[in-house]
C-alpha cells in the first residue's frame, strides 16, 4: 500500500491490499473453470485537486454495461465526494492497481462492490484524518459531506482539497467502516452516463476511432468457409492498387502453442493486406488471387486457467442440416451422467402420463456495431496496443509469449466498446494485429468488415434438449429429465431448477465436436437452457390444468422447504420473490390483461433472478411483442435507471434472437454475412413499453448484465403460444412464420429492408 | 482534389472519387464521430446529412458530396446543444453509444420535417437504424422529448 503526493500539491491515492471478495469466475457458467478464489491485490484510483476536483479511475473495460458511471459511484458513495466535481477516466491496464479488470460473467458490479467501497471507505477516513491534524480536533468529532469536511462544535469546514496535500502523506488505513445501505447518497441514486455527452457528439471513443502517427490499416482475408486454410496466394494485383504497401501470410500461432482459455481461433494462416486507408485496402483485397485447401483433423491443447486438455478439431466442411441431423443421433445415444435424484427410471415406468418435448437453437453471430478491430505498435523492446476489449489480462500473456517481450513491456490500453456480448473476450484479433505491426514495423489498425466479423465464428453454440416429465394418474408431478447437447458443449445446468424441487431427477449432458468455433454470448448455455426448460415448464403446467406462475412458485416451496438432492446453485426465495414481483407488476390474471397473449418466465443465472411477463399481439398479421414486465432480483442496484436501460435492451436483445437470430452453413461457409441476410430486431419491433421493477433488498450487488436475458426466449415462446396456437421448440421461432408467409427467412437473401427503403426513398440513397 | 463543404468547413481532399463518403470522412478529413457499421447501407451507423437529407454515407460516392453541404454528427450542434442531443443525454439513451450518432442524424432529418411526429412517423424514420443493446424504447422516448423542446423553442 502506498500514496504519494503529487507535485501539484494533489492527492493521489493508490490502493492496494488483500481483499477478501469471491473470485468471480464466470459464474460456473459452460466448463470454464473458476478464476483464482482470492484477488490478492486490489486497487483504487483517486485523484483529489486542491481545487477539490475529484477524479475517480474506472478500472473495467466499457463495453455499454454503464462502469464508467457506476463503478466510480460505487467510490464516491463511501468517499462522500460531491459528485458534480468527480471527473471519471478509463484507468490504465494495470492489474496490480485496479484488479481483475474484465467485463464479462455480469461481474463488473460485483467483483468490485467491495474492493471499491474499501477503497472509498479509506481515503475518506485519510481526509478527515488530515483535517483533525489541521484544525487539532478529534477525529470522533468531524463529519463529511459532498466533498467538505466539517466540524460541528467549532462551525469550522472545508473542502476535501483543503486537505488533500496532507493526506497525501498518511498511511493508507484498512478495515475502515463502510457505510449502512440507508445512508446512500449516490448509490441507488441514479446518474447519468459520463459520456453521454461525448457519444451524442461523435467524439472519438471506440477503438475504430483511434489514431496515431504513421498508422496504416490491415485487414486479414479469411479462408471462405470453416475447414478450409491458406494454400497460395497471388497478389500482383492487388499491390498495384493505390495505398498498398504489403500483402503477407503469418501465422498466428506456432505449431504445438499452448492455448490459453480465451485465446481461441478460428484460422491460423493470415493472409494480410497492408494500406494507408481503409476504403483502398477493402478495395484492394477483391483483386487477390487465393487458393485454398482442406484442413485435416488437428489436436490442440487448451490450457483453460490452469486446467489443460486436449482437443479434436475434425476437419470438413460442416453444413448446419447435417449438424442438426448429427445432433439428433447423438442426443439418442448414452450421454454423461449430471445428477441424479431419486429413481427417475422407476418414477417414468410407473407414469400414467409422459409429456417429452425438444428444443433446438441454432448457432448465434454476437453482432457488436463496432466490428472487432485494434491498434498495435509493436516494437523489438515494447508494444503499444489499442483498442476495445473485454479482458486485457488474459490476452496480454499471450502476447507476451508470440511477441517473445516481458508482459511489463506490452501496454494495453482500452477503448469504449462498439458493444461486446462476450466476443471481445477473446483477443485473437489482438495478436493477430500485433504480429502484422511487428512484421512491417508500423503502428497498424486492423479492421474487420462487418462480413469478416459476422463469418469469422466464436458463434453461440448450437444446442438441443430434451425434457420429459412424469405424471401420475392425479396429475401430480413424480420425475424430470433432461437430456441436452451441443455443438460443441452440452445444453444443460443441471443443479439448476426445476432439479431440488422434484423427487425424481435425472440430468445427462453430451457434445459433438466441429471446427466451427464458438465462444461466450450473453449468458452462456443458459441463453438456451432458459428457453428450452421455460417452455417445457409452461406446457408441464398446461398439462397439469396449473397457472404457469403458481405451478413454479409451488415447485420452489418445495425447493425451500424441504429440497431435493445437493448442491442446488439457486437460492428458492429469492427465484420466487421475482416471480411473485412480475405477478404483481403485470396484473396477471386481470382481466384488462386478456386481449394480450401473455407467457411468462424465469430464469436464475450469473448469480441474479429475473422473470419477464411478456404480451403480445398481432400486428399487420404477425405477432408484437408490445408490452414486457420485467422483475429483477441482483441485490443493491447501484445506478438504478442505467441499470434499467441494460434490461430494457436484455429484453429487446431477447426478442430479437428469439425471433430471427440465426447463423447457419452451407458447406462451411456461413450462410448470413451482413445485415441485409442477417435480421436483426429493428426499431419498430421493440415493445412500447418495458416496465423495470428491482426487488428492494441490501444483499450485495449480484450481476445484471445476463440475467434478465436468457429467460426472455421462455416467456417469448409461451406468449406466442398463446397468439399462435402452436408450441414453438425451434429456435428462431419466426423462421415457421416467415416461411408460411412466404417470406425470406434469414438463410435467403433480403435486397433491402423494406420499411428502410420505404422510409428513405424521398432521402439519396 | 474534391472539394467538400462539411459543417460549414471546406476541405480538398485527393481521393478515388468512387470512395464513400465514409471512409473520407473519417480516415482523411477525420471526423470519427459518422461510424461504420455494415458498409451496405443496412444498419444506419453511418447516416449523415448531404443537402439536409439522411444518406447513408457507407454507399454515398465521396463525388457526390462534391461541392454540396454536408452536416456529420460533429456539426449537428455549436455546442452539443441541438433538443436531440440534449433529450438523448435527458434519457440516458446510449449503452454502448456506437450507433446513437447515427440514430440521431436519422432522427434529426425526421423532426425537420415532421416536428410533431406519432409513433408510426418515428417507427418508419428509425427502421433503418440498428441498436445491437436495444435502446429503441429510449430512443422513442428521446425523439417525442426533443420535439416538444423543439416546440417549446428550447
Known sequence: MKSSALASGGLMISFSWLSSFKGPGLSGDSDLPDLPEQWHELTGYIKITPDNVVKIYNPNPEFGQNVMTTLPMIIAEELDADWQQVVVEMGPHDSVKLGPQFTGGSNSTRMYWKPLREAGAAARHMLLDAASQTWNVPIEELTTKAGMVMHGKSGKSGKYGDFAAKAATLVIPKGIKQKDPKEFTVVRHSKKNVEAAKIVSGKPLFGLDYKHEGMLIAMIEHPPSFGMKLKNFDATQTLQMPGIKNVFSLKLYEDGFELAGFDTRTFNDLLVVVGNTTWEVMNARKKLKVEWELVVETKETINNFGRKQEVVIPAGLPSSEEQHKQMQAKAKEPAALLRKDGDPETAFSNAAQILERTYNAPFLAHNCMEPMNFFAHVTDEKALLVGPLQAPGWTEPTLAKILHLPPEKIEIQMTRMGGGFGLRAYGHYLCEVALISKKIKAPVKLIYTREDDMTYGIYRPMYTATYRAALDANKNLTAIHVKGGGIPENAVHANRFPAGTVDNYLAEGWQLPSNITIGAFRAPRSNFAAAAEQSFLDELAEQMGKDPIEFRLELLKRGKENPVGKNNEYDADRYAGVLKLVREKSGWGKPENRKYSRGVAAYFCHNSYAAHVVDILMKDGKPYVERVFSAIDCGIVVNPDAAANMVEGAVIDGIGNSFYGKLSHKNGAAEQQNFHNYRMIRHSEAPASIEVHFVQNDIDPTGLGEPPFPPVFGAVANALYRSTGKRHYNQPFMDALLQQNNEPDNSTERAVDKKTDKANKKKAF | ?154
Do not use: F
Not at chain 2, 433538443?83 to 425537420?112: F, N, T
Open chain 2, 1 to 154: 482534389m474534391i472539394t467538400l463543404n462539411i459543417n460549414t468547413k471546406n476541405y480538398e481532399v485527393d481521393v478515388d472519387p468512387n470512395t464513400p463518403l465514409l471512409w473520407v470522412l473519417r480516415d482523411h478529413i477525420n471526423l470519427v464521430g459518422t461510424k461504420y457499421g455494415c458498409g451496405v447501407a443496412q444498419c444506419g451507423a453511418c447516416v449523415v446529412h448531404l443537402n439536409g437529407d439522411a444518406v447513408r454515407s457507407c454507399v454515398t460516392k465521396v463525388s457526390r458530396a462534391a461541392g454540396q453541404q454536408v452536416v456529420t454528427i460533429e456539426g449537428l450542434s455549436a455546442s452539443n446543444d441541438h433538443p436531440l442531443q440534449k433529450a438523448w443525454m435527458e434519457l440516458d439513451v446510449p449503452q454502448c453509444g456506437y450507433c446513437q450518432a447515427g440514430q440521431i442524424m436519422s432522427a434529426a432529418v425526421l423532426l425537420r420535417e415532421n416536428p410533431n411526429p406519432t409513433d408510426e412517423d418515428i417507427d418508419n424514420a428509425m427502421e433503418g437504424n440498428i441498436c445491437r443493446c436495444g435502446t429503441y424504447l429510449r430512443i422513442q422516448k428521446a425523439i417525442h422529448l426533443a420535439a416538444e423542446m423543439q416546440r417549446k423553442g428550447q
